[in-house]
């Protein structure tokens, strides 16, 4: 943007300076093109000035964003993948890079061919949490802060089933089986986080991500 500023400049001065500016060697020719010298050089610097604010403003995000990382304001993350030995489990890690506790509240699955979330569907095999405990349960899910940076964040690890209801052995009853997610499943954690001012946000995954 700055070269094609420079190349306006020099096309007006060659081509309109002869017209307002008188071609002998005067005094009153000398201060024409101070002029037009002044005029040009300030829009070659609003040019130049132009072409760095999107410079400018990416570096003021990232300064933001690593402020954010140092003060524990950034919102925690969500990873959804496979389970290494069973394909119809998915293990979904939700980490908490904020200083603020935060709850997991609910996790549904839904697909593009059936946006509503599946929560009926979905069963619960295994919470894990930093402090390493497993166990069977439901919501809510605590996650603490990260209130000490020189240690590891909190995290919580969920692994996750499809469940089907399918026709019992007897006329009339139902079982649960369990089968694959789909692969266009997306999961969606619904979020709670303690302050001033509690929040409530969503986070979501692709379970297939490279799908």
Sequence with gaps: MAFAAV???TFVGHR????????????????????????LSG????????????????????ARKQTSFIIGDDDPTLDVVEH????DRLVVRI????????????ISASTKAQPEPMDSDIGIWRIQTTD??????????????????????????????????????????E?????????????TAEMLMLGNVHRVFELEADAFPHE
């Design 132 to 173: 390493g405990v497993a166990e069977k349960g439901g919501f809510p899910i605590q996650i603490d802060g990260w209130e000490h940076r020189g240690e590891r964040p909190r995290f919580a690890r969920i692994d996750l089933f499809l469940l089907r209801r399918m026709p019992g052995s007897e006329p009339g009853w």
């Design 16 to 39: 309109v300076w002869p017209t307002f500016c008188p071609s002998a060697a005067d005094e009153t020719t000398m201060v024409c093109a101070r002029e037009w010298i002044g005029a």
């Design 84 to 87: 290494l030995e069973e394909e």
């Design 95 to 106: 980490v908490n890079w904020n200083r603020r506790a935060v709850f997991v509240t609910g």
């Design 7 to 9: 190349g306006v400049a």
């Design 43 to 62: 829009w070659a610097a609003f040019a130049a000035a132009a072409a760095s604010v999107p410079y400018l403003i990416r570096q003021w995000q990232e």
């Design 175 to 187: 079982k649960d089986e369990r089968v694959p997610f789909p692969r266009d499943a997306k999961i």
